[in-house]
């Protein structure tokens, strides 16, 4: 299951696509939710927010994170971090030719979507 991000008018799509959504043992109404996000050479994922906590591991490239209230970051291929719930930010793959993938691991409530955008 794939859904497709667009971002500002020009700019490449950025797609996320679910490959795990599973109860918790143990953690009534909560769920584990992987899923792969491709961000474009150029690509800039939109202010948004992920409603669970959760893991973030680059596969390839870097994204240039920019969380509300904090020091913007750069995150690399091979490099994890750790995002909480409902913080809101923003990510840039400044690359002009290499797309960035992301592995992305949260625990939600049920049914929650992967990515809420913030207007």
């Avoid at 959760?54 to 750069?74: D, K, T, V």
């Amino acid at each position: 299951i794939g859904t497709t991000y667009v971002s500002a008018q020009g700019t490449p799509q950025i797609t996320r696509s679910e490959i795990l959504r599973k109860s918790i043992s143990g953690l009534e109404g909560k769920e584990f939710v992987v899923f792969l996000a491709d961000v474009p050479a150029g690509g800039v994922a939109a202010l948004h927010y992920h409603p669970g906590d959760e893991a973030i591991y680059m596969l390839q490239g870097s994204l240039a994170f920019e969380p509300e209230h904090e020091q913007p970051f750069e995150l690399k291929a091979g490099e994890i971090t750790f995002n909480p719930a409902k913080h809101v930010h923003k990510a840039k793959n400044t690359s002009s030719s290499e797309t960035a993938k992301v592995l992305n691991c949260m625990i939600v409530e049920k049914g929650q979507p992967m990515a809420v955008l913030v207007q």
